[in-house]
T-cell receptor, first 118, second 113 residues
Framework: AQKVTQAQTEISVVEKEDVTLDCVYETRDTTYYLFWYKQPPSGELVFLIRRNSFDEQNEISGRYSWNFQKSTSSFNFTITASQVVDSAVYFCALSINAGGTSYGKLTFGQGTILTVHP | NAGVTQTPKFRILKIGQSMTLQCAQDMNHNYMYWYRQDPGMGLKLIYYSVGAGITDKGEVPNGYNVSRSTTEDFPLRLELAAPSQTSVYFC????????????FGNGTRLTVT
């Protein structure tokens, strides 16, 4: 069975601080994708990034960066110079291939509530 | 582009009542999903569908039913509502299988009292 663990339930920072959200996953499948989603206070779920299990390159998009390490089964998310608009719940999720039988089902972590204070 | 549309946005049910949560997508996606979100629990998969006429159970299917008569629509039926079904329900769709991001609707907040 798959499992995704987000160690931090809640994080509170002051604007312009850097913050890292941790994500650890478990799967026996060797072919999988990892995702991060953002859920702002308005409630919708917004896709941020995906990373496949064969690509361990880190990625940077503006103030956002992601660090994928297969050796530690982690896919951490860092926000640099945080802003109030970054306040949201962030979810890490895992989708396995399972020989083509998983049908895109996502296993979610429990989410990290990030609050950025002005 | 409408994307994934869910109705209603809010609903209050009394114990034992039934209702259908509607979900429609206009992206011609084959894969559709229903998740529920409970505080501090992440999202749990209720049912999913890989195409018209094909549905299957997810992690928490008890108390729910689905149908998929068209590619566009994937309604979720609650029979005999119980307080444990108080949750936020999200419908989602995706273009492909495990490597595609899900497109989510805006959610339905359901309260059963």
């Amino acid at each position: 069975a798959q499992k995704v663990t987000q160690a931090q339930t809640e994080i509170s920072v002051v604007e312009k601080e850097d913050v890292t959200l941790d994500c650890v996953y478990e799967t026996r499948d060797t072919t999988y994708y990892l995702f991060w989603y953002k859920q702002p206070p308005s409630g919708e779920l917004v896709f941020l990034i995906r990373r496949n299990s064969f690509d361990e390159q880190n990625e940077i998009s503006g103030r956002y960066s992601w660090n994928f390490q297969k050796s530690t089964s982690s896919f951490n998310f860092t926000i640099t110079a945080s802003q109030v608009v970054d306040s949201a719940v962030y979810f890490c999720a895992l989708s396995i291939n399972a020989g083509g039988t998983s049908y895109g089902k996502l296993t979610f972590g429990q989410g990290t509530i990030l609050t950025v204070h002005p | 582009n409408a994307g994934v549309t869910q109705t209603p946005k809010f609903r209050i049910l009394k114990i034992g009542q039934s209702m259908t949560l509607q979900c429609a997508q206009d992206m011609n996606h084959n894969y559709m999903y229903w998740y529920r979100q409970d505080p501090g629990m992440g999202l749990k998969l209720i049912y999913y569908s890989v195409g018209a006429g094909i549905t299957d159970k997810g992690e928490v299917p008890n108390g729910y039913n689905v149908s998929r008569s068209t590619t566009e629509d994937f309604p979720l039926r609650l029979e005999l509502a119980a307080p444990s079904q108080t949750s936020v329900y999200f419908c989602a769709s995706s273009y492909s299988s495990y490597n595609s991001p899900l497109h989510f609707g805006n959610g339905t907040r359901l309260t059963v009292t």
